[in-house]
T-cell receptor, first 115, second 116 residues
């Protein structure tokens, strides 16, 4: 069974540019989460999809961040325009629905550097 | 609000020595607790989890953790460190919101170094 995959693994962009991160969850997982770890800080929750619907987006830092999950499969997280403080590692995770008392499976993360 | 603290951002042990990584949490409801590990250039991997069953939880690679409600702790231990245990370890707490899933609140992480 393939795990959670994220693309790209690394991205270096200039301030003001746009970047789109992609996450492919484990097949059959309705729950999809995005987390972020900025340098030296905790891993912070960004948002949670159930299938194609946003269940909780309370962690999204501002309107420069846009997440989508068309068709309830893969998800994209777009940052437009990127700022220096957006640098960090972005993790995606997925889990089954109806099994809230279980772990989420994490991807390898995308390391974003804004210069 | 839930929170997690991990005492010591960096812990060094000798190979073969006891590993003890500390985690304390706060939660307004009975928590579910997790330890994740991140090896270099890899994603987060689940080590073990506490979900209100046995308070002593055994995980992969010889790790275990004990849930102590009175101390609001969930410390991670391993009797004998191996060089391959060098990684960053994250404690996380979650509460059940609904049948769809839950959000994790992570601690700041502890980087474990194992000295030969």
């Amino acid at each position: 069974e393939a795990g959670v995959t994220q693309f790209p693994s690394h991205s270096v962009i200039e301030k003001g540019q746009t970047v789109t991160l992609r996450c492919d969850p484990i097949s059959g997982h309705d729950n999809l989460y995005w987390y972020r770890r900025v340098m030296g800080k905790e891993i912070k929750f960004l948002l949670h999809f159930v299938k194609e619907s946003k269940q909780d987006e309370s962690g999204m830092p501002n309107n420069r961040f846009l997440a989508e999950r068309t068709g309830g499969t893969y998800s994209t997280l777009k940052v437009q325009p990127a700022e220096l403080e957006d640098s960090g590692v972005y993790f995606c995770a997925s889990s089954h629905s109806g099994t809230s008392r279980t772990e989420a499976f994490f991807g390898q993360g995308t390391r974003l550097t804004v210069v | 609000a839930q929170s997690v603290t991990q005492l010591g951002s960096h812990v060094s042990v000798s190979e073969g020595a006891l590993v003890l990584l500390r985690c304390n949490y706060s939660s307004s409801v009975p928590p579910y607790l997790f330890w994740y590990v991140q090896y270099p250039n890899q994603g987060l991997q689940l080590l073990l989890k506490y979900t209100s069953a046995a308070t002593l939880v055994k995980g992969i690679n010889g790790f275990e953790a004990e849930f102590k409600k009175s101390e609001t702790s969930f410390h991670l231990t391993k009797p004998s460190a191996h060089m391959s245990d060098a990684a960053e370890y994250f404690c996380a707490v979650t509460e059940v919101r609904d049948n769809y899933g839950q959000n994790f609140v992570f601690g700041p992480g502890t980087r474990l170094s194992v000295l030969p």
